[in-house]
């Protein structure tokens, strides 16, 4: 690419982070469970620009790991507006302008720009077989998950004796009525079948 560089090819020389251009390609172009989204993709070069400024300040005497230090930076996870003073006073007294530091944050959009423009990487569609078994993946572990959440708050509930339960099973029956047909069936057998009874 010619004329100007993107913010993500300048701040990777400015800052020494050797090899995260190879790991934001490989990433957005790999397969299946491998791959990576451009919002991942973004938090992850954000924690490593992150990690190279705290480590130019003296990273041991900051404590803490660059990880937690951009979630608290960032407000994830509720963090409490007095946590995310403290902890960017902690990284002033080091000597780190902060905010620099986080006007330097990259978007998911500037790692979009900088692995197809830039680095000219394609990515390959799944297809059709591919994208029907990966959403069948994902309901199925919002299934296990959702069922494996409500078994354990009601066992909870029933061990501090605020719910009268005996030995129970706990069964999640997601399903799907097609108003044009009236077929009604669970989502997974649905995806299974290829659909309902309409044309």
């Known amino acids: 690419m010619t004329g100007r560089r993107s913010k993500v090819e300048r701040l990777i020389e400015e800052r020494d982070l050797?090899?995260?251009?190879?790991?934001?390609?490989?990433?957005?172009?790999?397969?299946?469970?491998?791959?990576?989204?451009?919002?991942?993709?973004?938090?992850?070069?954000?924690?490593?620009?992150?990690?190279?400024?705290?480590?130019?300040?003296?990273?041991h005497a900051l404590g803490g790991d660059p990880e937690t230090t951009y979630a608290v930076l960032n407000g994830e996870g509720g963090v409490s507006a007095g946590r995310r003073a403290e902890v960017r006073s902690q990284l002033e007294r080091a000597g780190v302008d902060v905010d620099e530091l986080e006007g330097s944050f990259v978007t998911y959009q500037a790692i979009r720009s900088y692995v197809t423009d830039v680095r000219g990487a394609k990515r390959d569609e799944p297809d059709d077989a591919e994208r029907i078994d990966s959403v069948r993946t994902t309901i199925q572990r919002l299934i296990a998950r959702t069922s494996a959440v409500a078994e354990g708050n009601l066992e909870r509930l029933r061990e501090t004796g605020r719910l009268t339960l005996g030995d129970f099973r706990l069964t999640v029956d997601v399903r799907v009525y097609c108003r044009d047909c009236g077929a009604q069936r669970g989502v997974i057998d649905l995806i299974d079948d290829g659909g309902c009874e309409c044309e």
């Open 18 to 59: 050797d090899g995260i251009g190879d790991e934001l390609v490989d990433g957005w172009t790999a397969t299946g469970d491998d791959r990576t989204s451009l919002r991942d993709l973004a938090r992850r070069f954000n924690v490593r620009l992150l990690s190279a400024t705290m480590d130019r300040a003296g990273g």
